[in-house]
């Protein structure tokens, strides 16, 4: 039996959607199994037309993005309403990506910059007609609806996909590896003793060594291994666009812990390597930290 399968786009770069089409002539071995009956990346799909289908119709329901208006939020719950089985589809919808970064300032904030101080802007104006409404903050979507099923990366590989729904089309689990980019890295790793952090072209990377030994931030210790080490393998390090292992509940913290323990540097001196710890540490999983949960607090005790 074919099953029903419904892909939504929430506020993002939907680069999801691209690591799905990219499996080229691979979808060949899941296209048959499934009737696509939502997908408004690829057809014209309205959403009227998923809001009047019977709820539970849709075996499996995938969103990739995160909620950064009201009408995500609404697609959202509409997606949660309708599927029996639904995936967080990519780092955005998992953990609230890279918009979530925006968490650290006041919404007013966010549009006066983007819409009123940008150095592009002129005549600026904050839109208000036939506007969705931005909502205070993100969150990731497992916070606002339940998921059955997490598949992080910005975007998962084409090979994540593709087994994810593989596992769902056969009515099999699909979990999580508990390893890290770090596991998957074919460099030689040694203990590391580092005195000084470098910019990804400052310097002259040894192909052959682990790149946090050469003091670049590498964050493959501390990211989940699904994506097969990509970025260290060509000599770019690793942002940790994937998220942590499951055993890690705040990835930044992790990362500013191990940074501390191996650094044989002056406290000023590793604040001044990373002018912007925030995108350096939290780069799409900044709104499931605490930080961020900690600034949403207190703004809603200012109000």
């Known amino acids: 039996m074919t099953k029903r399968i419904a892909l939504a786009q929430l506020t993002s770069c939907w680069g999801c959607d691209q690591a799905l089409v990219d499996l080229h002539l691979r979808l060949l071995d899941v296209l048959p199994e499934l009737e696509i009956v939502y997908w408004p990346a690829v057809v014209d799909f309205k959403l009227k037309d998923l809001e009047d289908m019977p709820d539970g119709s849709i075996h499996i329901g995938m969103v990739e993005g995160s909620c950064r208006t009201k009408e ?179 990835h930044g913290a992790k990362i500013i812990s191990a940074l501390g323990a191996i650094a044989e540097m002056e406290p000023e001196e590793l604040k001044a390597a990373f002018p912007d710890p925030i995108g350096s540490f939290y780069f799409t999983d900044y709104a499931d930290s605490y930080l961020s949960k900690i600034k949403g607090k207190e703004r809603e005790e200012e109000k």
């Open 72 to 250: 995500d939020e609404h697609l959202l719950k509409i997606m949660r309403k309708k599927s029996k089985v639904l995936v967080a589809w990519g780092s955005c919808s998992v953990y609230g990506g890279v918009q979530g970064l925006g968490n650290q300032w006041a919404l007013d904030e966010l549009l006066r910059r983007k819409f009123l101080e940008a150095d592009t802007v002129e005549d600026g104006r904050i839109p208000t007609e036939n506007m969705p409404g931005f909502v205070e903050h993100i969150v990731p979507n497992p916070s606002i609806v339940s998921f059955e099923v997490r598949l992080p990366g910005c975007p998962p590989t084409s090979d994540n996909t593709a087994e994810a729904l593989t596992a769902l089309i056969k009515g099999q689990p699909f979990e999580l590896p508990t390893k890290t980019v770090c596991d998957e890295c074919p460099k030689e790793k040694k203990d590391k003793h580092i005195t000084k952090f470098h910019r990804a072209h400052e310097g002259h990377i040894d192909p052959d060594k682990c790149l946090l030994d050469q003091g670049y931030l590498c964050l493959g210790f501390a990211t989940i291994g699904m994506c097969g080490a990509q970025c260290p393998t060509v000599n770019t390090p690793c942002k940790g666009c994937f998220g942590p292992p499951p055993s890690v509940k705040d």
